[in-house]
């Protein structure tokens, strides 16, 4: 990659096969009730922490750093409800992560190290979540579930590109379990 280039950036936690299946099977459950959306393939399901967008090769080396330097504690993530963001064209639906200490201090610190970092980043407020589709149009609500998770303890540098025609994460950096 040449210094003009940019890729899409962002930090994510990856899940174990089991949680990405569970993640697969609302997936599913909602499509099947969907008149319509674009749903989230199975091998992209993962809980975003900081979103950088679009940055060059200085901006990345900056963001391996922050990540390198990045104190990880084992976390529980529990997956316990669906929930959607309303937009006109269709919802965003999603699998909440229940709120906890270790993971919002964790979001948290990372996002204050990316903007000591030079990093200038969205001010919402944090809602963990996993992307089930987006343009979702069905007229079913959102619903609690059998609350399922694991242990997390790592945080990957991921990057969104296109492969022939097909939106494609990849991790460019992981900090070690």
């Given at each position: 990659m040449s210094r003009s280039e940019t890729m899409r950036l962002f930090f994510a936690v990856n899940f174990s096969e089991e949680i990405v299946a569970r993640l697969a099977v609302l997936r599913d459950t909602l499509g099947a009730s969907a008149a319509g959306g674009r749903f989230t393939k199975t091998e992209q399901f993962h809980l975003t922490l900081a979103f950088l967008g679009e940055r060059d090769q200085m901006e990345l080396e900056k963001a391996m750093a922050v990540l390198d330097a990045l104190s990880i504690p084992p976390m529980k993530l529990s997956i316990d409800r669906l929930g959607r963001f309303?937009?006109?064209?269709?919802?965003?639906?999603?699998?909440?992560?229940?709120?906890?200490?270790?993971?919002?201090?964790?979001?948290?610190?990372?996002?204050?190290?990316l903007r000591s970092a030079g990093f200038s980043l969205e001010n919402r407020p944090y809602t963990p979540h996993i992307t089930l589709g987006r343009r979702v149009v069905t007229e079913i609500a959102p619903w609690q579930i059998s609350p399922f998770g694991e242990i997390a303890s790592s945080v990957e540098l991921m990057v969104s590109e296109r492969i022939q025609g097909q939106l494609t994460y990849r991790i460019i950096r992981g900090n070690p379990k």
């Open positions: 309303r937009r006109n064209d269709g919802d965003i639906w999603w699998a909440g992560v229940q709120k906890n200490d270790a993971l919002l201090a964790l979001q948290r610190d990372l996002t204050a190290a």
